[in-house]
Protein backbone atom coordinates (compact mmCIF):
# COMPACT_ATOMS: atom_id res chain seq x y z
CA UNK A 1 0.00 0.00 0.00
CA UNK A 2 1.49 3.57 0.00
CA UNK A 3 1.14 6.05 2.94
CA UNK A 4 -0.37 9.16 3.83
CA UNK A 5 0.72 11.41 6.51
CA UNK A 6 -1.85 13.88 8.49
CA UNK A 7 -0.67 16.39 10.70
CA UNK A 8 -0.49 17.27 13.11
CA UNK A 9 -2.65 14.82 15.16
CA UNK A 10 -3.79 17.10 17.94
CA UNK A 11 -4.35 20.33 17.99
CA UNK A 12 -6.09 22.94 20.58
CA UNK A 13 -7.12 26.16 19.35
CA UNK A 14 -9.18 29.23 21.07
CA UNK A 15 -12.69 30.05 19.47
CA UNK A 16 -12.40 32.61 16.84
CA UNK A 17 -9.01 31.56 15.40
CA UNK A 18 -7.91 28.88 12.42
CA UNK A 19 -6.22 26.07 11.87
CA UNK A 20 -4.35 23.93 9.43
CA UNK A 21 -4.58 20.24 8.74
CA UNK A 22 -1.98 18.81 6.25
CA UNK A 23 -2.33 15.69 4.30
CA UNK A 24 0.58 14.44 2.44
CA UNK A 25 1.16 11.41 0.21
CA UNK A 26 4.32 10.53 1.02
CA UNK A 27 5.09 8.01 -2.11
CA UNK A 28 2.77 8.24 -4.42
CA UNK A 29 1.37 11.40 -6.51
CA UNK A 30 -1.93 11.80 -4.35
CA UNK A 31 -4.23 13.15 -7.83
CA UNK A 32 -7.60 12.98 -6.02
CA UNK A 33 -7.76 14.01 -1.69
CA UNK A 34 -10.56 13.20 0.10
CA UNK A 35 -11.27 14.41 3.75
CA UNK A 36 -13.55 13.44 6.36
CA UNK A 37 -15.41 14.44 9.73
CA UNK A 38 -15.84 11.91 12.33
CA UNK A 39 -18.02 13.18 15.55
CA UNK A 40 -17.48 10.84 18.38
CA UNK A 41 -18.81 7.36 18.18
CA UNK A 42 -20.24 8.00 15.08
CA UNK A 43 -19.25 6.92 11.39
CA UNK A 44 -17.12 8.84 9.05
CA UNK A 45 -18.97 11.75 6.68
CA UNK A 46 -16.87 12.40 3.19
CA UNK A 47 -16.90 16.67 3.68
CA UNK A 48 -15.13 17.50 0.33
CA UNK A 49 -12.99 16.36 -2.73
CA UNK A 50 -10.13 17.66 -4.08
CA UNK A 51 -8.55 17.16 -7.48
CA UNK A 52 -4.92 18.49 -7.90
CA UNK A 53 -4.93 22.25 -9.20
CA UNK A 54 -8.73 22.22 -8.57
CA UNK A 55 -11.55 23.67 -6.66
CA UNK A 56 -12.57 21.41 -4.30
CA UNK A 57 -15.92 19.81 -4.13
CA UNK A 58 -17.92 20.20 -1.41
CA UNK A 59 -20.65 17.85 0.46
CA UNK A 60 -24.10 18.97 0.46
CA UNK A 61 -24.23 20.67 3.88
CA UNK A 62 -20.57 21.51 4.47
CA UNK A 63 -19.72 25.35 4.53
CA UNK A 64 -16.89 25.87 2.27
CA UNK A 65 -16.39 29.38 3.66
CA UNK A 66 -15.89 27.66 7.18
CA UNK A 67 -13.70 24.48 5.54
CA UNK A 68 -11.10 25.81 2.95
CA UNK A 69 -9.50 22.95 1.41
CA UNK A 70 -6.46 23.86 -0.63
CA UNK A 71 -4.91 20.81 -2.84
CA UNK A 72 -1.98 22.75 -4.86
CA UNK A 73 0.42 20.30 -5.61
CA UNK A 74 0.45 15.87 -5.81
CA UNK A 75 1.79 15.52 -2.61
CA UNK A 76 -0.14 17.77 -0.39
CA UNK A 77 -3.93 19.23 0.80
CA UNK A 78 -4.61 21.29 3.77
CA UNK A 79 -7.56 22.05 5.43
CA UNK A 80 -8.29 25.08 7.09
CA UNK A 81 -10.94 25.54 10.02
CA UNK A 82 -11.49 29.07 9.93
CA UNK A 83 -12.74 30.89 12.85
CA UNK A 84 -13.29 27.55 15.01
CA UNK A 85 -16.08 27.42 17.34
CA UNK A 86 -16.50 24.53 20.22
CA UNK A 87 -18.65 22.63 17.34
CA UNK A 88 -16.05 22.68 15.05
CA UNK A 89 -14.36 19.99 17.57
CA UNK A 90 -13.74 16.76 15.81
CA UNK A 91 -11.24 13.87 14.45
CA UNK A 92 -10.93 14.77 10.53
CA UNK A 93 -9.51 12.54 8.54
CA UNK A 94 -8.15 12.31 4.76
CA UNK A 95 -7.26 10.18 2.05
CA UNK A 96 -5.63 10.37 -0.78
CA UNK A 97 -5.80 8.49 -4.09
CA UNK A 98 -3.41 8.30 -7.08
CA UNK A 99 -0.22 6.46 -8.39
CA UNK A 100 -2.66 3.85 -10.29
CA UNK A 101 -3.86 2.76 -7.30
CA UNK A 102 -7.93 1.91 -7.06
CA UNK A 103 -8.91 3.19 -3.72
CA UNK A 104 -7.87 5.77 -1.56
CA UNK A 105 -5.31 5.81 1.64
CA UNK A 106 -6.01 7.32 4.64
CA UNK A 107 -4.35 9.41 7.02
CA UNK A 108 -3.92 9.01 10.74
CA UNK A 109 -6.58 11.30 11.59
CA UNK A 110 -6.34 14.78 13.45
CA UNK A 111 -8.05 15.51 16.48
CA UNK A 112 -9.10 19.21 16.83
CA UNK A 113 -10.82 20.73 19.98
CA UNK A 114 -11.50 24.08 19.77
CA UNK A 115 -11.55 25.96 23.88
CA UNK B 1 -27.91 8.09 -3.15
CA UNK B 2 -26.05 5.39 -1.75
CA UNK B 3 -25.99 4.34 1.39
CA UNK B 4 -24.68 1.61 3.82
CA UNK B 5 -26.27 0.10 6.88
CA UNK B 6 -24.52 -2.20 10.14
CA UNK B 7 -27.36 -3.01 11.82
CA UNK B 8 -24.86 -4.18 14.83
CA UNK B 9 -24.49 -0.98 16.66
CA UNK B 10 -22.20 -3.85 19.50
CA UNK B 11 -20.93 -7.14 19.36
CA UNK B 12 -19.64 -9.03 21.96
CA UNK B 13 -17.67 -12.37 21.05
CA UNK B 14 -15.83 -14.84 22.88
CA UNK B 15 -12.25 -14.67 21.68
CA UNK B 16 -11.60 -18.22 19.70
CA UNK B 17 -15.08 -17.80 18.49
CA UNK B 18 -15.91 -17.39 15.04
CA UNK B 19 -17.18 -13.93 14.16
CA UNK B 20 -19.76 -12.23 11.47
CA UNK B 21 -20.41 -8.48 11.14
CA UNK B 22 -23.41 -7.09 8.55
CA UNK B 23 -23.23 -4.97 6.00
CA UNK B 24 -25.64 -4.20 3.82
CA UNK B 25 -25.79 -1.52 0.96
CA UNK B 26 -27.48 0.77 -1.25
CA UNK B 27 -26.47 1.39 -4.54
CA UNK B 28 -27.45 1.45 -8.14
CA UNK B 29 -24.66 -0.11 -9.70
CA UNK B 30 -22.10 -2.94 -8.93
CA UNK B 31 -20.12 -0.51 -6.21
CA UNK B 32 -16.48 -0.56 -4.84
CA UNK B 33 -16.80 -2.11 -1.19
CA UNK B 34 -14.31 -1.89 1.97
CA UNK B 35 -13.91 -3.25 5.43
CA UNK B 36 -11.98 -0.94 7.69
CA UNK B 37 -11.08 -1.41 11.39
CA UNK B 38 -10.28 1.60 13.96
CA UNK B 39 -8.66 1.46 16.88
CA UNK B 40 -9.55 4.24 19.28
CA UNK B 41 -8.61 7.88 18.67
CA UNK B 42 -6.77 6.24 15.29
CA UNK B 43 -7.16 6.02 11.13
CA UNK B 44 -8.44 3.76 9.18
CA UNK B 45 -6.72 0.44 8.45
CA UNK B 46 -8.30 -1.01 5.30
CA UNK B 47 -9.28 -5.36 6.03
CA UNK B 48 -10.03 -5.56 2.44
CA UNK B 49 -11.95 -4.71 -0.46
CA UNK B 50 -13.75 -5.90 -3.44
CA UNK B 51 -14.03 -3.95 -7.03
CA UNK B 52 -15.08 -7.03 -9.22
CA UNK B 53 -14.29 -10.92 -9.77
CA UNK B 54 -14.46 -13.34 -6.90
CA UNK B 55 -17.46 -12.65 -4.48
CA UNK B 56 -15.28 -14.17 -1.63
CA UNK B 57 -12.34 -11.73 -0.67
CA UNK B 58 -9.53 -12.42 1.57
CA UNK B 59 -8.20 -9.34 3.39
CA UNK B 60 -5.21 -9.09 6.27
CA UNK B 61 -5.61 -10.71 9.87
CA UNK B 62 -7.37 -13.66 8.72
CA UNK B 63 -10.82 -11.75 7.67
CA UNK B 64 -12.53 -12.63 4.70
CA UNK B 65 -15.89 -10.77 3.28
CA UNK B 66 -18.50 -12.51 0.31
CA UNK B 67 -20.00 -9.97 -1.71
CA UNK B 68 -23.97 -11.02 -2.71
CA UNK B 69 -25.50 -9.01 -5.04
CA UNK B 70 -28.80 -10.65 -4.68
CA UNK B 71 -29.18 -9.64 -0.74
CA UNK B 72 -26.81 -6.21 -1.54
CA UNK B 73 -24.39 -7.36 1.54
CA UNK B 74 -20.70 -7.28 2.08
CA UNK B 75 -20.41 -9.15 5.26
CA UNK B 76 -17.23 -9.63 7.10
CA UNK B 77 -16.11 -12.90 8.71
CA UNK B 78 -13.30 -14.43 10.51
CA UNK B 79 -12.93 -17.74 11.85
CA UNK B 80 -11.25 -17.22 15.21
CA UNK B 81 -11.23 -13.72 16.93
CA UNK B 82 -8.42 -12.38 19.17
CA UNK B 83 -8.60 -10.10 22.03
CA UNK B 84 -6.75 -7.67 19.47
CA UNK B 85 -9.46 -7.71 17.31
CA UNK B 86 -11.46 -5.77 19.91
CA UNK B 87 -12.14 -2.51 17.75
CA UNK B 88 -14.25 -0.24 15.69
CA UNK B 89 -15.22 -2.27 12.31
CA UNK B 90 -16.51 0.29 9.23
CA UNK B 91 -18.22 -1.10 5.92
CA UNK B 92 -18.26 1.32 3.34
CA UNK B 93 -18.99 1.87 -0.18
CA UNK B 94 -17.92 3.67 -2.88
CA UNK B 95 -18.79 5.03 -6.59
CA UNK B 96 -16.33 3.77 -9.17
CA UNK B 97 -15.85 7.23 -11.05
CA UNK B 98 -13.39 5.43 -14.13
CA UNK B 99 -9.87 6.56 -12.20
CA UNK B 100 -10.72 4.95 -9.08
CA UNK B 101 -13.43 5.22 -5.84
CA UNK B 102 -15.13 8.20 -5.11
CA UNK B 103 -15.31 9.69 -1.76
CA UNK B 104 -16.37 6.69 0.32
CA UNK B 105 -20.01 6.48 2.12
CA UNK B 106 -19.26 4.42 5.44
CA UNK B 107 -21.84 2.84 7.79
CA UNK B 108 -21.87 3.60 11.36
CA UNK B 109 -20.17 1.32 12.67
CA UNK B 110 -20.17 -1.89 14.76
CA UNK B 111 -18.23 -2.14 18.07
CA UNK B 112 -16.69 -5.43 18.48
CA UNK B 113 -15.97 -6.78 21.61
CA UNK B 114 -13.66 -9.37 22.65
CA UNK B 115 -14.66 -11.50 25.99
CA UNK B 116 -11.60 -13.29 27.52
Known amino acids: GAVVSQHPSRVICKSGTSVKIECRSLDFQATTMFWYRQFPKKSLMLMATSNEGSKATYEQGVEKDKFLINHASLTLSTLTVTSAHPEDSSFYIC???????????FGQGTRLTVV | AQSVTQPDIHITVSEGASLELRCNYSYGATPYLFWYVQSPGQGLQLLLKYFSGDTLVQGIKGFEAEFKRSQSSFNLRKPSVHWSDAAEYFCAVGHNSGGGADGLTFGKGTHLIIQP
Open chain 1, 95 to 105: SARGGGFTEAF
